[in-house]
């Protein structure tokens, strides 16, 4: 049973509006959550993180929400630019074990 | 410049024959593990590694060895490779375990069995 889901496969969004990726998960041992971006012929860069004692964590445009009681994990993008345009995962470790999602490809339009 | 290597980028070989794919970082990581990543998938952990001598198994470790003899460096041994090994392989690093995990990812290499 797979114990990380990005539901959406995919998402497009017009540029400016905020773009919002989901990511849910059934082990509630993880303690960071981290989303990363991927664009084709290159190796995934770090977005953002989140441990589990926090709820919340920005930098800039991009926005980490955590839920632990509902064990969702979210991250929001405003205003969203077509240099976003990418498949974007979430990655859950625990104590060094990690599990990514099957990625959500985000494809912002001009 | 602060990166993850990983070598070859390419690789075709035959069912049975042994190979190994390196990777090395230059940034000090006490961290560093191996993905695959298959058509339509997510990244799943093959092998990690805590610090050096100490690895860890993910949850796609069968048919893989590694070893951590020095902190910047970590191959993945394919023994005896099969078809289903076919994928794409990503090698990572980060600062420390319990930090952010904020990993830095090699470029990939896309092995290909027959």
């Known amino acids: 049973d797979q114990q990380v889901k990005q539901n959406s496969p995919s998402l497009s969004v017009q540029e400016g509006r905020i773009s919002i990726l989901n990511c849910d998960y059934t082990?509630?041992?993880?303690?960071?959550f981290l989303w990363y971006k991927k664009y084709p012929a290159e190796g995934p860069t770090f977005l953002i993180s989140?441990?589990?004692?926090?709820d919340k964590n920005e930098d800039g445009r991009f926005t980490v929400f955590l839920n632990k009681s509902a064990k969702h994990l979210s991250l929001h993008i405003v205003p969203s630019q077509p240099g976003d345009s990418a498949v974007y995962f979430c990655a859950l470790f625990n104590a060094g074990k990690s599990t990514f999602g099957d990625g959500t490809t985000l494809t912002v339009k001009p | 410049e602060a990166q993850v290597t990983q070598n070859p980028r390419y690789l075709i070989t035959v069912t049975g024959k042994k190979l190994t794919v390196t990777c090395s970082q230059n940034?000090?990581?006490?961290?560093m593990s191996w993905y695959r990543q298959d058509p339509g998938l997510g990244l799943r952990q093959i092998y990690y590694s805590m610090n050096v001598e100490v690895t860890d198994k993910g949850d796609v470790p069968e048919g893989y060895k590694v070893s951590r003899k020095e902190k910047r460096n970590f191959p993945l041994i394919l023994e005896s490779p099969s078809p289903n090994q076919t994928s794409l392989y990503f090698c990572?690093?980060?600062?420390?375990?319990?930090?952010?995990?904020?990993?830095?990812f090699g470029p990939g290499t896309r092995l290909t069995v027959t």
């Open positions: 990572a690093s980060s600062l420390a375990p319990g930090s952010t995990y904020e990993q830095y």
């Open positions: 989140i441990s589990s004692i926090k």
């Open positions: 082990n509630s041992m993880f303690d960071y």
């Open positions: 940034m000090n990581h006490e961290y």
